[in-house]
Every structure is written in structure tokens, then in C-alpha cells.
């Protein structure tokens, strides 16, 4: 059984930076890509980035610059350092996994920037 935490959300002011945490167990032998993806209440669940087992990264325009993804597989845990952080980064983010042609999503960690 594949299970996916994040952590490492909180509050910050604009300009502040956070680095979220998503670990993985479960793994045992497929490929796998991670993604961390946000959402706002009332609002659809937005990608912000990705990452696969090569190490090729991908950003929303909206994160490119301020974002980076980042991976440890001896720990299967990703990372995504947020700088610069402004008030519309503001959301519930998420890590997803796809692993062995099946899609496991954490249960999020909150993100709060104050202007």
C-alpha cells in the first residue's frame, strides 16, 4: 500500500519562503513520478510541479523562478522550496504520486502567506 504525507506548510509573511516535504512508502519496484499540486477552497485543484524519477522537473508559469522541486529516493521523499513567496500562493497543497499505473494523493498541508 502506497501512502503519500506532506508537511511542512505554515505561515509566512510576502517575500518569505517554506520548504514542503512529501514522503512516500510503499514503493517496491514500478517507476514512479511525484507532482505537488494546490487548491483553494471553492476553487479546482491547480498543477504547481512535478518531478520524475530521472530528475526532470516542471513548473507552473506561475511558480517558475520562485519554486523548486527537488528529490532524495533513498528516502522517496520530495521536496518543494518556495521563495517569494505572495498572498495568492496562498492554498491547501498537495502531493500526488503515480506509481505503478495507479494515482495516490496526500491529504495536504496548508500554506499561508500574509501581505
Known amino acids: 500500500l502506497v501512502q503519500v504525507v506532506e508537511s511542512g506548510g505554515g505561515s509566512v509573511q510576502a517575500g518569505g519562503s517554506l520548504r514542503l516535504s512529501c514522503a512516500a512508502s510503499?514503493?517496491?519496484?514500478?517507476?514512479?513520478?511525484m507532482s505537488w499540486y494546490r487548491q483553494a477552497p471553492g476553487k479546482e485543484r491547480e498543477f504547481v510541479s512535478a518531478?520524475?524519477?530521472?530528475?526532470?522537473?516542471t513548473y507552473a508559469d506561475s511558480v517558475k523562478g520562485r519554486f523548486t522541486i527537488s528529490q532524495d529516493h533513498a528516502k522517496n521523499t520530495v521536496y518543494l522550496q518556495m521563495n517569494s513567496l505572495k498572498p495568492e500562493d496562498t492554498d491547501m497543497y498537495f502531493c500526488?504520486?503515480?506509481?505503478?499505473?495507479?494515482?495516490?494523493w496526500g491529504q495536504g498541508t496548508q500554506v499561508t502567506v500574509s501581505s
Open positions: 500526488k504520486t503515480n506509481y505503478c499505473g495507479l494515482t495516490y
Open positions: 510503499g514503493y517496491t519496484y514500478c517507476r514512479y513520478d
Open positions: 518531478i520524475e524519477s530521472d530528475g526532470k522537473a
